[in-house]
């Protein structure tokens, strides 16, 4: 399939890529509807097809759900054990690992802003690790800091820590809606630009122009920053539509650190809110006097989730990618898709700080009681 | 733009619209485990005045929930000890109605503020026994009682021993015990579902329900 790129056969392989993608992500998502719609059905489902509805309702979610489940068990043991045996730090680590991986594939832990902030944006796959991993590992230094001082520095009850958690999780929850509320300005005005003159776009070197800057990153906007006269003139056109971070409101918004620090932003957002099992696991070490376990068991968690993490973000921006170029050389209309899809994107990170917010839609619920 | 190609553009769309939904809306896990006692008391009449319950955390969150607790010996906590404690988990319960849902033949039944709780620690875990009285004592021909997170968060298992006890019941009452298959989320319908919350997501533990039942005639 790879090697007939520039024939027909290549939008024949770009559309097998794309069914395989739909396919993985529809799985993905019926997994997890179709056990909901189990509980919802009112009547239940016959006694004949329940059997076999429960086979596959238990599928992967269950799958992910036991999976967690022993590796939350096993880690309380070895944290046990290590008091007497050192050499169970190491198991420990390699526990801590594998429930990071299965745990971060529930919701939460940034997996929905991210992709979506991805999705929104003009971001490249190495944004997207980037970007996993920065906010999986500020996860990891803010449940310490937590931990660190609240219960070991000033030990106070899990009354008191439960309330700390809380409030950081309301400025979380109120920062990515905040978020998605800007990104919905920036991309609002690039999808109300291309709506608005959407002839000046039907050409489809203008559109490859764009997928070309885009695919570059925060470079085109360094180049752009140099003020190279022709790179310029592909800008005015790359900001008409509405590609990546270059129609920002402000001329330093094209800038390439200017970029980096929005996506910073977007970790801040993610990155405050501690996971709870991170928190659970270093309260449960101090109890057994290796807080220092507890520590690097929750790094060793955090690797774990930022690579589960990393595997959505990639999904997200390939799943842009491939868009981008379906859209390219196909004029006007499918660039008003690309940005309508942006735009949708950044409504999404909105709609999820508001859920979040009012408590609509539960990414993981503070152990307070 | 040709058809074919509008509608492998769609694709791309759906792809993203499910990527970004799929993360959000799939399962909820959980942070805390219990191991639940239940007893289902009746007055002389044969009427069922309440639930009360014994639930056994999971060793970490039992330890997450004693940071902090000042004891007059370290490492062992006293009914005295754990009171402020026990007060704040029956008070935070009451937002997630005690977990405990009841329906007698057809009628969803309320729960009265908790009595008679306290908090114990056993084998480095925290017990906490509470009771729940009905608003209204009632008779019933079909008494079906679930104890379960909809949002999933806690879960909650039967005790191997002895899970479920009637006490002081007509002796024509019979009890079953109904568990999620493990760690597979049963098929049928939740009783409360209609009553409870009823979305989508909020929901979802209903699929880790334990399911008790007791017929009299």
């Given at each position: 399939m790879?090697?007939?790129?520039?024939?027909?056969?290549?939008?024949?392989?770009?559309?097998?890529?794309?069914?395989?993608?739909?396919?993985?992500?529809?799985?993905?998502?019926?997994?997890?509807?179709?056990?909901?719609?189990?509980?919802?059905?009112?009547?239940?489902?016959?006694?004949?097809?329940?059997?076999?509805?429960?086979?596959e309702a238990g599928g992967v979610v269950a799958w992910l759900l036991a999976k967690q489940a022993e590796f939350y068990r096993a880690m309380s043991a070895t944290i046990r054990a290590a008091k007497s045996d050192g050499s169970a730090v190491v198991t420990l680590l390699g526990i801590a690992f594998f429930y990071g991986i299965?745990?971060?594939?529930?919701?939460?832990?940034g997996?929905?802003?991210?992709?979506?902030?991805?999705?929104?944006?003009?971001?490249?796959?190495?944004?997207?690790?980037?970007?996993?991993?920065?906010?999986?590992?500020?996860?990891?230094?803010?449940?310490?800091?937590?931990?660190?001082?609240s219960a070991w520095l000033l030990n106070v009850t899990a009354k008191t820590m439960c309330g700390t958690e809380r409030a950081v999780e309301i400025a979380s929850y109120g920062l990515i809606a905040v978020l998605g509320a800007r990104l919905m300005w920036v991309k609002g005005k690039g999808l109300f630009r291309t709506l608005a003159r959407p002839a000046a776009l039907a050409s489809p070197a203008l559109a490859y122009a764009a997928a070309s800057a885009g695919d570059r990153g925060h470079s085109h906007g360094h180049d752009h920053g140099h003020g190279h006269h022709r790179h310029d003139h592909h800008h005015v056109h790359d900001d008409g539509c509405g590609c990546g971070h270059s129609h920002g409101p402000e001329p330093a918004a094209l800038a390439g650190p200017q970029g980096w620090r929005h996506g910073l932003v977007a970790v801040a957002t993610v990155g405050i809110r501690p996971c709870s099992g991170a928190i659970l696991v270093l309260v449960f070490a101090?109890?057994?006097?290796?807080?220092?376990a507890g520590i690097a068991a929750t790094f060793a968690m955090a690797l774990g989730t930022a690579i589960t993490v990393t595997g959505f973000a990639?999904?997200?921006?390939?799943?842009?990618?491939?868009?981008?170029?379906?859209?390219?050389?196909?004029?006007?209309?499918?660039?008003?898709?690309?940005?309508?899809i942006e735009f949708g994107a950044a409504t999404l990170v909105m709609l999820f700080g508001v859920a979040l917010l009012s408590g609509y839609m539960a990414a993981e619920r503070t152990a307070c009681f | 733009m040709t058809t074919p190609m509008l509608r492998s553009w769609l694709r791309a769309f759906?792809?993203?619209?499910?990527?970004?939904?799929?993360?959000?809306?799939?399962?909820?896990?959980?942070?805390?485990?219990?191991?639940?006692?239940?007893?289902?008391?009746?007055?002389?009449?044969?009427?069922?005045?309440?639930?009360?319950?014994?639930?056994?955390?999971?060793?970490?969150?039992?330890t997450y929930a004693l940071q902090g607790i000042e004891t007059k010996?370290?490492?062992?906590?006293?009914?005295?000890?754990?009171?402020?404690?026990?007060?704040?988990?029956?008070?935070?319960?009451?937002?997630y109605a005690f977990f405990t849902f009841a329906n007698a033949d057809g009628r969803k039944q309320r729960f009265q503020e908790p009595v008679d709780y306290y908090l114990e620690y056993k084998d480095s875990?925290?017990?906490?026994?509470?009771?729940?009285?009905?608003?209204?004592p009632f008779k019933a021909k079909k008494l079906a009682l679930e104890v379960f997170d909809p949002s999933y968060f806690v879960d909650f298992t039967l005790a191997n021993d002895e899970p479920v006890k009637l006490v002081g019941a007509p002796a024509s009452c019979q009890l079953a015990i109904e568990r999620p298959k493990s760690g597979t989320p049963s098929a049928q319908q939740p009783i409360s579902e209609d009553s409870f919350l009823s979305d989508a997501f909020a929901n979802y533990g209903a699929m880790f329900a334990n399911k008790i039942t007791v017929g009299c005639s």
């Amino acid at each position: 399939m790879t090697s007939d790129l520039s024939t027909p056969g290549h939008r024949h392989g770009l559309r097998l890529v794309l069914m395989l993608m739909a396919a993985l992500a529809l799985v993905m998502l019926a997994d997890a509807l179709w056990a909901q719609a189990l509980a919802q059905n009112p009547f239940g489902v016959g006694k004949g097809a329940a059997s076999a509805a429960e086979a596959e309702a238990g599928g992967v979610v269950a799958w992910l759900l036991a999976k967690q489940a022993e590796f939350y068990r096993a880690m309380s043991a070895t944290i046990r054990a290590a008091k007497s045996d050192g050499s169970a730090v190491v198991t420990l680590l390699g526990i801590a690992f594998f429930y990071g991986i299965f745990h971060a594939a529930g919701p939460g832990h940034g997996k929905a802003v991210i992709s979506s902030y991805l999705v929104a944006n003009e971001e490249t796959a190495r944004r997207g690790i980037a970007l996993s991993f920065a906010s999986a590992f500020m996860q990891a230094l803010v449940a310490i800091l937590i931990v660190g001082i609240s219960a070991w520095l000033l030990n106070v009850t899990a009354k008191t820590m439960c309330g700390t958690e809380r409030a950081v999780e309301i400025a979380s929850y109120g920062l990515i809606a905040v978020l998605g509320a800007r990104l919905m300005w920036v991309k609002g005005k690039g999808l109300f630009r291309t709506l608005a003159r959407p002839a000046a776009l039907a050409s489809p070197a203008l559109a490859y122009a764009a997928a070309s800057a885009g695919d570059r990153g925060h470079s085109h906007g360094h180049d752009h920053g140099h003020g190279h006269h022709r790179h310029d003139h592909h800008h005015v056109h790359d900001d008409g539509c509405g590609c990546g971070h270059s129609h920002g409101p402000e001329p330093a918004a094209l800038a390439g650190p200017q970029g980096w620090r929005h996506g910073l932003v977007a970790v801040a957002t993610v990155g405050i809110r501690p996971c709870s099992g991170a928190i659970l696991v270093l309260v449960f070490a101090l109890a057994q006097g290796l807080f220092w376990a507890g520590i690097a068991a929750t790094f060793a968690m955090a690797l774990g989730t930022a690579i589960t993490v990393t595997g959505f973000a990639l999904l997200a921006v390939s799943a842009k990618g491939l868009a981008r170029r379906l859209a390219s050389g196909h004029g006007g209309r499918a660039a008003t898709l690309l940005r309508g899809i942006e735009f949708g994107a950044a409504t999404l990170v909105m709609l999820f700080g508001v859920a979040l917010l009012s408590g609509y839609m539960a990414a993981e619920r503070t152990a307070c009681f | 733009m040709t058809t074919p190609m509008l509608r492998s553009w769609l694709r791309a769309f759906a792809i993203a619209a499910a990527l970004v939904a799929g993360t959000g809306a799939a399962s909820a896990h959980p942070h805390v485990w219990v191991t639940s006692h239940s007893e289902v008391i009746y007055a002389a009449d044969g009427t069922v005045t309440g639930v009360r319950h014994s639930w056994a955390f999971d060793e970490m969150f039992s330890t997450y929930a004693l940071q902090g607790i000042e004891t007059k010996q370290k490492g062992v906590y006293s009914r005295d000890d754990l009171k402020a404690l026990a007060q704040t988990n029956v008070e935070s319960l009451k937002e997630y109605a005690f977990f405990t849902f009841a329906n007698a033949d057809g009628r969803k039944q309320r729960f009265q503020e908790p009595v008679d709780y306290y908090l114990e620690y056993k084998d480095s875990v925290l017990v906490l026994h509470f009771t729940l009285p009905f608003k209204a004592p009632f008779k019933a021909k079909k008494l079906a009682l679930e104890v379960f997170d909809p949002s999933y968060f806690v879960d909650f298992t039967l005790a191997n021993d002895e899970p479920v006890k009637l006490v002081g019941a007509p002796a024509s009452c019979q009890l079953a015990i109904e568990r999620p298959k493990s760690g597979t989320p049963s098929a049928q319908q939740p009783i409360s579902e209609d009553s409870f919350l009823s979305d989508a997501f909020a929901n979802y533990g209903a699929m880790f329900a334990n399911k008790i039942t007791v017929g009299c005639s």
